[in-house]
T-cell receptor, first 115, second 112 residues
Framework: ETGVTQSPTHLIKTRGQQVTLRCSSQ?????VSWYQQALGQGPQFIFQ???????GRGNFPPRFSGLQFPNYSSELNVNALELDDSALYLC??????????????FGPGTRLTVL | DQQVKQNSPSLSVQEGRISILNCDYT??????FLWYKKYPAEGPTFLIS?????DKNEDGRFTVFLNKSAKHLSLHIVPSQPGDSAVYFC???????????FGKGTRLHILP
């Protein structure tokens, strides 16, 4: 069983640029959630995708967008990067089952630095 | 507005003793609480959870206590082991919704 993987591990961008982060879900999972973890903070929910549709969104502007593919892998896109976007971006996959635990399994994260 | 608060950024405990990590929350709609553990360069891993209909859940060395009237929960680790040194996140959700709200974390150091 393959765990959650993310790429790249580290990334450096400049203000105004666009970035795409990638996540491969754990085998058998149908849901992926993205979190932003700034330095010294806990992870903050960005959005979740279930069967290729957005299924909930946190308090992030529209320049944060995502995609989920038929194989349940996912992308997080951020446009017009700002310095405050510098953070660790975590992807978590789960098997969404009504009434179930819906335990989320996290990847190691992508460290984004915006200069 | 922080809905889940971990007021101790760090905690040091002697190996073999009990570690107690505390967490407070403000949203009375939360009905499911979780603890995650995070090592450097790894993502958070699920440790233990508790539903609001319970006041205690135990799994091996880990026990979580929930005091709904005080909006407080705690994680007890006994006995503490060197491998327990990590950052611990308290988290909460509504209706087991996958939108999980995390606290800022507490760094636990287990001293030899």
């Amino acid at each position: 069983e393959t765990g959650v993987t993310q790429s790249p591990t580290h990334l450096i961008k400049t203000r105004g640029q666009q970035v795409t982060l990638r996540c491969s879900s754990q085998s058998g999972h149908n849901t992926v959630s993205w979190y932003q973890q700034a330095l010294g903070q806990g992870p903050q929910f960005i959005f979740q995708y279930y069967r290729e549709e957005e299924n909930g969104r946190g308090n992030f502007p529209p320049r944060f967008s995502g995609l989920q593919f038929p194989n349940y892998s996912s992308e997080l896109n951020v446009n017009a990067l700002e310095l405050d976007d510098s953070a660790l971006y975590l992807c978590a996959s789960s098997l969404l089952v009504t009434g179930g635990l819906n335990e989320q399994f996290f990847g190691p994260g992508t460290r984004l630095t915006v200069l | 507005d922080q809905q889940v608060k971990q007021n101790s950024p760090s905690l040091s405990v002697q190996e073999g003793r009990i570690s107690i990590l505390n967490c407070d929350y403000t949203n009375s709609m939360f009905d499911y609480f979780l603890w995650y553990k995070k090592y450097p360069a790894e993502g958070p891993t699920f440790l233990i959870s508790i539903s609001s209909i319970k006041d205690k859940n135990e799994d091996g060395r880990f026990t979580v206590f929930l005091n709904k009237s005080a909006k407080h929960l705690s994680l007890h680790i006994v006995p503490s082991q060197p491998g327990d040194s990590a950052v611990y996140f308290c988290a909460a959700s509504i209706n087991r919704d996958d939108k999980i709200i995390f606290g800022k974390g507490t760094r636990l150091h287990i001293l030899p």
